[in-house]
């Protein structure tokens, strides 16, 4: 009995600790506010702001939202299946499959029928799409991917989904000349 | 102390149903239904108060019963021989009780019945279609002829003493559709459509409100609610299904080209141009409204500006994005968004 | 002229031969129905036209290969198109040559037939690349039409060309079609009276449907008639007698359609428009009301999901009927009309058939636009009927789409009971051929967002087989007992046209690649061909300078249902290609993108 007393108590302390440090835990951040922060070392190497979107299951949500208010689920398909555009869930990138890569995608557009967000969509928005675009073939980490869409869709909640992860940066393809 | 001042609660709670201003209250009797809830109301409150002075008073007089004493002078747990008068005022009490909860059930039952009955037929009522959002109401109102419809948001106008069949919907979450002077709380739910009758007896300005908690922005999820004479309603219908007013000078021209080919057509629609978005307000007539961004603020130049030049400050989360418009940008569209009388 | 000697002779051998045959005089019979001589005329063996003739009918008197001696069937030649995408459309063949027009780049192939399909020249428009973005379901054409010496097509990006068909030298080029408010043109047009009929694709994109009529000899604008809008832009005149109450009224297309909305409200004109010369009149289908969510449009939005019919001189509408009032399942009315004459209730009428999409078999007065009869010739438990006093068509409540729910289970789905792919209509049998679907699906909607170049839907659809399993039919319906014959079931979509001979045969091909020669009287198999991609095509028939019979179809699977393919789409989204990946999932594993001429004959 007398052995056992001082394992209660640990087990009562871990569990007092346990309930402080749930104290800890905190809303995410969520950045409403401002533009993407501006760009602090050139191009050449992958964009810091990519991280930081990727990363936040905030951004990625909204850019869930975007892409069926922005029509872009028109054409590629409320889980990027694909349609009058190429599908977006699979590994192969016309047009490069970087974060800055997508963004120019949008923001630009392509020549083959993808048509140019700029000016219609607010830069952030786009960071926001580019980086739901990656988390429909799981490119980014699992944990701030969403369960979820925040409206409502006859697609299938995105964590029932079979997801394919696939490597990132090097699958990249060229677009082929002309496609006939 | 705390203990002392529970009586009270009920008063405060009376005290809420009358509202300062009169915008938004609940006893208000501005509804038909609003009125017969507001008579039950005061049916229910005089009786329960009522039971409840008997109450308070039985437990005066238990605290102030002395214990029953034998006839040798020793107290007597049990009581006395002077029990029987009380037995027959409990058997009283329990049938005054059973004979109120029932009279109350019949007057809510009755109330119920009557508001019922007085009900027009939803065929010939005014047809509004309100679809709740994240959080703006977006309002339209049909009629047979669909070319006569109109479509507005965060504001409702309705014609005194005609009734109108209100329909809910929401587009993401469960929000409550609630204009207390006029009627009862009315959940919106996606995927289900719900209806409400609205029969306003009174002219006036009312504000409505958000009455489930919807997110972050849930307090700024207000309505601005007008009811009119029929033939002010007619005019305010005739105004608002026709299409913008053009712009009229070098600015607003400068504002109506800003808002119909950036960022702002993509999601708002201002009827008349090409501006078509209809995932944000309808800004068709937006500067004839009493309030933007569903009364977060009241409509102002200095509001508008405000507004536009940084939404996410007054209303932080909600879908309008910043945006970043350079000062000569932002002239023109707040001086264009102020002409759409 | 030893040459014509021995096509001649061989003819008339034929003929003989053909009367003599048995079965033949009770199938020469047929039931009374035939298509109107104007609109028919006799054979000259060419394919001039996708529809072979102004009615519409798909049908050869050509009977050299018959029901006994098609399993001899042999390939002549084939051609590569050097294109991968959906191959929709019909061969041309005029004298000794044949033209190919391909889905975008949308090149022209000449190929002479005297010496085995060789090169003689290409034509290459260049349309715009963007214009591929805006083409809601695959990059597709539907073909051309010859006309006067010149051969007639329109690009994926709207450009109208008239080249010499000797030469491939262009004659003129209009632009119709503007890509940036997502407009294209996929239809064959068709060319009458020294007009050119061509009308726009883009339903799906908001875009106000219309046809327009171009100067065959000049190009430049007759007449554009548009299917939404005030009277004066819809050519609504005195000439219009709508037969039913439902269409009177001034400016309906305005007025049926919330402020605003007829603007982006669709009916675009992208499929088949037959032509009747003695009344000189023309019938021209209207396309699905944008965006597919109906509650943004209440109102019955005219003049989408109907059929027209219009002076030809003018464009001055004569008589509408809308099929899909307030269209709640996109169901365009695209489908081809077969003008027929035939004995409905005892008399003769002159009647429109239109197997529609909402699954009716409609029998149209010509003249009045009066529904004489309208029959399932599909699975319907999305409406009750049609009610043939009002016109309208009865939609059954629960089945209406409501915003933010998935209705499930509605038949037909949104290609409907059948899509474009074109019907045969044999005189020899009576019976019309109609290749169709067998497909419903769970539909969610939700608002739409209009922004101009962008898809405007606000509909989420997955589709899956109709009842039974299968998901294509091939029915053989007799239009004057108002039932089917019989009927064929295949496992895929059917998205193939048909093709009758007076060989009483009927020819039509799966999207697995199979192209198939039935029995038209039985629908029995008789032969069987398996090509390189999947059929989505027209078959023709011609007779060749060498006298002979021959049958061309082009393969390359594509198209909406094949779009998986073509596409190379991700089956694990259901609601890809707008919810028809749901219903194609296994379709890479049956076939392979392609592009392919094949042209069979009896071996000499």
Same mark, same amino acid.
């Given at each position: ?7 209660? $108590? ?16 905190? *809303? ?14 050139? $191009? ?13 299951? #905030? ?10 208010? /922005? ?26 499959? *970087? /974060? ?13 029928? /993808?048509?140019? #967000?700029?000016? *219609? ?10 980086? #739901?675009?990656?988390? $429909? ?44 | ?41 005061? !049916? ?120 109108? =069949? ?8 469960? =929000? ?41 922005? =849930? ?50 629609? !201002? ?71 | 002229? @030893? ?43 060419q394919w001039t036209m996708a ?35 959906? %191959?929709?459309?019909?061969p041309l063949v005029v004298g000794?040559m044949m033209y ?41 054409? @539907?073909g051309g039409t010859y006309s006067n010496g010149n051969i007639y097509f ?8 008239a080249i010499r068909a000797?030469?491939? %030298? ?16 996929? &239809?064959a047009p068709?060319v ?15 875009? @106000? ?14 007449? @554009? ?26 400016? +309906? ?94 008399? &003769? ?38 009610? +043939? ?42 019976? +019309? ?9 769970? &539909? ?18 997955? &589709? ?141």
């Open positions: 009995m007398s052995s056992r007393s001082p394992n209660k $108590l640990a087990r009562i302390g871990l569990a007092g600790a346990a309930l402080l440090a749930l104290g800890a835990c905190d *809303r995410e951040e969520r950045d409403t506010s401002r533009q993407p922060k501006p760009e602090t070392i050139s $191009l050449a190497s992958s964009d810091p702001r990519a991280k930081e979107y990727e990363n936040s299951s #905030f951004h990625i949500s909204q850019g869930q939202r975007y892409y069926s208010w /922005m029509n872009c689920s028109g054409c590629h398909a409320l889980a990027g299946g694909g349609g009058m555009g190429p599908p977006l869930s699979d590994d192969e990138w016309r047009y490069g499959g *970087r /974060m800055e890569d997508i963004v120019q995608t949008i923001l630009k557009g392509r020549p083959n029928g /993808m048509p140019a #967000f700029e000016g *219609r969509i607010t830069e952030q928005q786009a960071w926001q799409l580019a980086a #739901f675009v990656r988390s $429909l073939s799981a490119q980014p980490r699992q944990d701030v991917l969403p369960g979820r869409s925040d409206d409502i869709s006859n697609a299938e909640p995105q964590t029932l989904e079979e997801r394919r992860p696939q490597q990132s940066e090097s699958n990249t393809t060229l677009p082929s000349a002309e496609k006939d | 102390m705390r203990r002392r001042l529970l009586p009270l609660l009920p008063l405060l709670l009376v005290g809420s149903a009358c509202s300062v201003d009169g915008i938004q209250s609940v006893g208000g009797r501005d509804g038909q239904g609003g009125a017969a809830i507001a008579d039950l109301f005061g !049916i229910f409150l005089v009786a329960t108060l009522l039971f409840a002075a008997v109450v308070a008073a039985f437990l005066g007089a238990a605290a102030l019963r002395r214990r029953g004493r034998r006839a040798d002078g020793i107290e007597d747990p049990e009581g006395s021989g002077t029990e029987r008068p009380l037995k027959t005022g409990l058997i009283v009490w329990i049938a005054a009780v059973a004979i109120g909860l029932f009279g109350l059930t019949l007057a809510s039952h009755l109330t119920d019945r009557s508001m019922a009955r007085a009900l027009p037929d939803p065929a010939s009522a005014l047809r509004i279609e309100i679809v709740a959002n994240q959080w703006w109401w977006d309002v339209r109102y049909h009629f047979r002829d669909p070319s006569r419809d109109v479509r507005t948001a965060n504001e409702l106008h309705l014609p005194a003493g005609v009734p109108a =069949h209100v329909t809910l919907k929401s587009n993401d979450v469960i =929000h409550s559709f609630w204009v207390p002077n006029l009627a009862g709380k009315q959940d919106l739910i996606p995927g289900r459509i719900t209806d409400l009758m609205l029969i306003p007896r009174k002219t006036g300005v009312y504000r409505g409100q958000c009455a489930e908690f919807c997110g972050m922005q =849930h307090a700024h999820m207000a309505l601005d609610v007008t009811v009119e004479p029929r033939e002010a309603f007619e005019r305010w219908r005739a105004h608002n299904a026709a299409p913008a007013v053009p712009p009229t000078n070098a600015l607003t021209r400068a504002g109506y080209d800003y808002f119909t080919t950036r960022e702002c057509s993509t999601c708002h629609a !201002i009827a008349g141009t090409p501006a078509s978005g209809q995932v944000a307000p309808d800004l068709t007539h937006f500067a004839s409204r009493r309030s933007i961004a569903a009364g977060t603020l009241p409509m102002s130049r200095g509001h508008i500006y405000a507004w536009i030049a940084d939404p996410q400050g007054p209303k932080p989360g909600n879908a309008m994005p910043y945006i970043g418009l350079e000062a000569d940008e932002l002239h023109a569209v707040a001086a264009y968004l102020e002409s759409l009388k | 002229m @030893r040459h014509a000697l021995v096509i001649r002779s061989k003819v008339a051998l034929l003929a003989f031969l053909l009367l003599a045959c048995p079965g033949s005089q009770a199938v020469g019979q047929g039931n009374g129905a035939r298509a109107p001589a104007a609109a028919s005329p006799p054979d000259d063996g529809a072979k003739d102004y009615a519409s009918t798909r049908f050869s008197a050509l009977g050299e290969i018959n029901r006994a001696n098609v399993s001899r069937l042999k390939l002549a030649f084939s051609f590569d198109t050097q294109n991968r995408r959906g %191959h929709e459309a019909a000794s190919i027009i391909t889905p975008y780049p949308n090149h022209v192939w000449a190929l002479d037939l005297a010496r085995g399909g060789r090169l003689v020249w290409v034509f290459r428009p260049r349309p715009k690349p963007a214009s591929q973005g805006v083409a809601c379901c695959d990059v597709v054409n @539907r329109a690009t994926l990006d709207g450009d109208v060309f000797s030469n491939g %030298h262009q004659v003129w080029r209009t632009s119709v079609a503007d890509i940036n408010k997502g407009e294209t043109v996929t &239809m068709l009458a009276e020294g007009k050119v009929l061509v009308g726009n694709s883009g339903g799906e994109f908001g875009v @106000r449907g219309w046809l327009t009529a171009l100067d065959a000899a000049s190009g430049k604008l007759a007449w @554009r008639a548009y299917s939404t809008g005030p009277d004066a832009d819809v050519l609504i005149g005195p000439q219009f007698k709508p037969f039913y109450a439902m269409d009177r009224g001034k400016d +309906l297309g305005v007025k049926s359609w919330p402020p605003e909305a007829w603007k982006t409200g669709g009916g675009t004109t992208w499929g088949w428009i037959s032509y009747d010369p003695a009344t000189r009149t023309l019938f021209q289908g209207t396309g699905n009301a944008g965006p597919w969510n109906p509650h943004q449009r209440p109102g019955d939005n005219k003049w989408t999901s109907g059929v027209f019919a219009r002076d030809i001189a003018t464009g001055q509408a004569r008589w509408f009927y809308q099929s899909s009032p307030h269209d709640h399942f996109d169901h365009d009315d695209i489908n081809e009309s077969i003008l027929l004459d035939m004995p409905v209730g005892g008399r &003769m009428r002159q009647v429109l058939v239109r197997p529609g999409r909402n699954g009716y078999m409609y029998v149209i007065d010509r003249g009045t636009g009066q529904v004489l009869s309208a029959d399932p010739y599909g699975f319907i438990n999305s409406a009750k009927g049609v009610d +043939l006093k009002t016109g309208r068509l009865i939609p059954v409540e629960e089945k209406v789409p409501q915003e933010g729910r998935v209705t499930r289970n509605i038949c037909p789905a949104a290609p409907g009971a059948k899509d474009w792919n074109p019907s045969a209509f044999s005189p020899r049998t009576g019976l +019309l051929y109609v290749p169709h679907l067998n497909l419903c699906m769970d &539909m969610g909607v939700i608002e739409a967002n209009y922004i101009a170049g962008t898809p405007y839907l606000g509909a989420e659809v997955k &589709m899956y087989a109709g009842p039974g399993g299968h998901r294509g039919v091939l029915t053989a319906w007799d239009p004057v007992r108002r039932k089917a014959a019989w009927e064929i079931r295949e496992d895929l979509p059917l998205w193939s046209g048909a093709l009758a001979t007076a060989g009483d045969l009927v020819f039509y091909g799966t999207m697995d690649g199979r192209f198939k020669a039935v029995d038209g009287r039985t629908g029995k198999l008789l032969w069987q061909e398996q090509l390189e991609s999947g059929i989505i095509g027209q078959p023709i028939t011609y007779r060749g300078p060498d006298g002979r019979q021959y049958v061309a179809i082009l393969s390359g699977v594509g198209g909406w249902a094949g779009a998986i393919v073509s596409g190379q789409l991700d089956p694990g989204d259901p609601t890809s290609a707008l919810g028809f990946v749901n219903a194609m999932r296994d379709l890479p594993g049956k076939t392979k993108a392609g592009g392919r001429l094949y042209v069979f004959a009896l071996p000499q």
